[in-house]
């Protein structure tokens, strides 16, 4: 049945941070959770951990109510904070063991969850000697001892190197063929690299709610060039299937058009005709970065 939220908000004091948000998510996705600093992504993910308590609205988790099976639905939830807190100087092996002691597992499997999140190697060092990779690993694992249905990631990949982002999105994956994962990041490329929907929040409330797939849009697309003169981008508009000219930089042009076939040679024409030299020109697929711009813009 997976998760079911209907109607939230939130305000500290007069100011509003979510407002009327409903949304469902079912096991098997991996959720990219996206905003600007202040839209509500950590204040979401608190109400549905339980760690804020003060909200309006609903919120359901396999037909069960948050408010009165909260303890229930926190044993089936795991949580990765933003912040990561560990006890550093447990070894790993031995912190691991003590959140399964918090969760009451008689018989926690900790050899399965050290190798499924790469700390074999490791699981006899103290945490504060390991790298923020590892810690981050030290983390995840530490959200599934206890097998949770709903997997809550706030920024799982922040600080970490290009080597270590693509482990733990690997492991992400992994997780998210079994469990419902809500994934929030700042970071669009991440989201684009690892998620199957996206959930943009902006100023407390939904403006975008997609499949991920559906986002990249075959029949629009954005030629960048560059040009050694300036021209005026109502010369640029006349070009078919133009939507938009953006002057981006002196002699560099966005030019935005609604067609799936390539206009590079559109384009080259048009700077042939006009006796202007092309200094660069690129083609791109609208992106997840565009529509993130055009939709938190104001």
């Known amino acids: ?14 100011k509003k941070v979510l407002s009327n948000l409903s949304l469902s998510c079912k096991k098997g996705e991996i959720i990219g959770l996206l905003g600007l600093n202040g839209a509500g992504k950590t204040t979401l993910m608190k109400i549905l951990t339980g760690i804020n308590s003060k909200w309006t609205g609903e919120i359901f988790f396999n037909g069960l109510d ?62 504060e000697k390991l ?23 706030d920024e799982p990949t922040t600080g970490l190197d290009p080597n270590q982002i693509i482990e733990i999105r690997k492991l992400i994956r992994t997780l998210g063929e079994e469990k419902t994962v809500i994934f929030s ?16 929040l902006h100023k407390g409330e939904i403006v ?41 930089f002196e002699f ?17 024409d048009f700077a042939h005709e006009n006796e202007l030299k092309i200094i660069n020109l690129q083609h791109k697929n609208e992106t997840l970065e565009g529509v993130f711009k055009n939709l938190t813009e104001n």
Request: aromatic content about 10%; some cysteine; proline content about 4%.
């Open 131 to 153: 790298s923020k990779g590892y810690k981050q690993r030290v983390g995840i694992a530490a959200a599934i001892i206890h097998d949770p249905e709903l997997l809550i990631l």
């Open 252 to 268: 560099e042009y966005e030019i935005l058009f609604e067609t799936n076939k390539d206009q590079r040679s559109k384009v080259f």
């Open 185 to 200: 990041s700042h970071i669009l490329q991440e989201v684009e690299a690892l998620c199957t929907r996206v959930i943009l």
């Open 1 to 14: 049945m997976g998760l079911l939220i209907k109607n939230i908000g939130k305000s500290y004091g007069d």
């Open 208 to 248: 975008l709610d997609s499949p991920l797939d559906k986002l990249r849009n075959p029949n629009k697309q954005i030629i960048k060039v560059t040009f050694d003169y300036r021209v005026e981008t109502e010369a640029i508009e006349k070009l078919p299937f133009v939507k938009n000219v953006k002057n981006t």
């Open 66 to 127: 948050l408010r009165k099976k909260l303890k229930h639905i926190q044993q089936i939830t795991g949580y990765l904070p933003e912040n990561n807190p560990l006890y550093e100087e447990l070894y790993v092996s031995e912190y691991l063991l003590f959140i399964s002691k918090l969760y009451k597992i008689n018989t926690p499997k900790l050899e399965k969850i050290i190798s499924i999140t790469g700390l074999s190697e490791f699981k006899n060092y103290k945490i």
